[in-house]
C-alpha cells in the first residue's frame, strides 16, 4: 500500500499577515479532522498586524506607478490624476494650516497671513454674515464676558430650583390650612347668605348700571378698590344703588 507524502508548504515570513492568513485556510482546507481557524480569529487575535497591514496597503496604492497613469483617456489614468490632485490638496492645507499657526505663535511673519486672518474676523465681525453664519451651523457667536455671565446664571439655576421647590412647599402647606378654615367656616357663610334678614338673594348682579356695565361688574369693582368682603359691598350696594335690587 503505497503512502501519500504531503508536500511541505514553504516556511512564510511572520510579517506577511496576508500570507499567513490565505496559509491558515488552506490549513483548515486540507486538514478537515484538525479545528478550523479562519481570518476572522487571526484579526482577533493580532489586530496590530491587521492594521500595519491596511496602512502598508493604502501606502502601496497612494505610491504605485500605474502602467497607463501617463494617458489619462483610460481609467487608470483617470484614477491616478484624481489621486494626485487629492493628495496635492491635503499638502497644500496641511501647508497652509502650518504657516497659519506658526505666524499666529509669532513663529514666522507672513503679511498674507495677517491680512486673511484680518479679513475673516471682519467678516465674523459683520452682523448679517454672523447671523448667516449662526443660522447655517446652529452655534451662537457671543463674547467672552457675555458667555462668562450666562454660564454664572446657568450655575445659579440649581439653587434657585431648590429655593423655589421650598416656596412651592410651604404654599402646599399654607393651602392645605387655608383650604381646612375655608370648609370650617363655609357652611355658616351659606347660612349667612341665606338669611332672609340681610335679603343677600335680592342683589341682581345682571341688572344694568348707569347703562354702562351691570351690577356685578361694579361689584368686582368696589371689592378690588375699596378693599371689601363680598358680603359688606352687596349689602352697600343694595343700600346706595335700587337698580342694583330686585324688583318684586
Known amino acids: 500500500m503505497s503512502t501519500l507524502r ?3 508548504k514553504d516556511p512564510v515570513p511572520t510579517e506577511d499577515v496576508e500570507a499567513l492568513i490565505i496559509q491558515d485556510v488552506d490549513d483548515s482546507a486540507a486538514s478537515p479532522s484538525s479545528p478550523k481557524r479562519t481570518s476572522a480569529s487571526i484579526i482577533h487575535q493580532n489586530p496590530v498586524a491587521i492594521a500595519r497591514m491596511v496602512l502598508r496597503k493604502v501606502g502601496h496604492l497612494l505610491i504605485k506607478d500605474d502602467e497607463d497613469a501617463e494617458d489619462i483617456t483610460t481609467a487608470g489614468g483617470i484614477i491616478a490624476l484624481l489621486k ?13 494650516s502650518v504657516l497659519v499657526f506658526l505666524d499666529h505663535k509669532n513663529v514666522i511673519h ?3 497671513a495677517h491680512n486673511y486672518r484680518e479679513m475673516a474676523f471682519a467678516m465674523l465681525s459683520d452682523p448679517e454674515t454672523r447671523q448667516s ?12 464676558e457675555h458667555y ?13 430650583i431648590v429655593k423655589i421647590k421650598e416656596n412651592m412647599k410651604k404654599y402646599d402647606a399654607d393651602m392645605v390650612v387655608a383650604k381646612k378654615e375655608y370648609e370650617a367656616i363655609k357652611p355658616d357663610y351659606d347660612k349667612l347668605v341665606a338669611d332672609p334678614l340681610l335679603g343677600l338673594d335680592k342683589f341682581c348682579g ?43
Request: glycine share 4%; with cysteine; proline share 2%.
Open 133 to 144: 453664519v449662526e443660522e447655517s451651523s446652529g452655534l451662537k457667536f457671543m463674547t467672552v
Open 148 to 160: 462668562q455671565s450666562k454660564t454664572a446664571e446657568i450655575k445659579s439655576f440649581p439653587a434657585q
Open 84 to 96: 494626485d490632485i487629492f493628495i496635492g490638496m491635503m499638502i497644500g492645507i496641511v501647508c497652509v
Open 110 to 112: 507672513m503679511q498674507s
Open 6 to 8: 504531503q508536500k511541505k
Open 206 to 248: 345682571e341688572c344694568s348700571w348707569q347703562g354702562k356695565t351691570n351690577c356685578n361688574a361694579r361689584l368686582s369693582y368696589v371689592m378690588d378698590k375699596y378693599n371689601k368682603a363680598e358680603i359688606e359691598s352687596k349689602l352697600s350696594m343694595m343700600a346706595s344703588l335700587p337698580q342694583c335690587v330686585k324688583k318684586e
